[in-house]
């Protein structure tokens, strides 16, 4: 499997962006998905995950109501969805599936594949 986000770029505070990950080679349908992100000296922390049929949908604490994860299997695609952005919202943002369900969704180490990340910057 393979992993292509996009929709990364620069925004003001108060904007809106959508990031989107595709699966390629591979389908990525039967994995559970989720969204990561990585500021400049910080760990890697879970955003959001979802599962395989596209219920199930789980946040970080710190951003429900502002982010929205989403999945068409018909397109092998994630999405994240991201309103009133604020410049801690600044950081690498990976998608990540794995073949588990049962292991904690935002444990990183838990993942089979990422994405090559996407910079979100907010100002």
């Known amino acids: 499997v393979q992993l292509v986000e996009s929709g990364g770029r620069s925004v003001q505070a108060g904007g809106s962006l959508r990031l989107s990950c595709v699966g390629t080679r591979f389908s990525t349908n039967g994995f559970y998905m989720a969204w990561f992100r990585q500021a400049p000296g910080k760990e890697r922390e879970g955003v959001a995950g979802i599962r395989p049929g596209g219920t199930g949908a789980t946040y970080r604490d710190a951003l429900k109501g502002r982010f929205t994860i989403s999945r068409d299997n018909s397109e092998y695609t994630l999405y994240l969805q991201m309103d009133n952005l604020i410049p801690d919202d600044t950081g690498m943002y990976y998608c990540?599936?794995?073949?588990?369900?049962?292991?904690?969704?935002?444990?990183?180490?838990?993942?089979?594949?990422w994405g090559q990340g996407t910079q979100v910057t907010v100002s």
């Open positions: 990540a599936a794995k073949r588990s369900w049962s292991t904690p969704w935002y444990e990183a180490a838990r993942y089979d594949y």
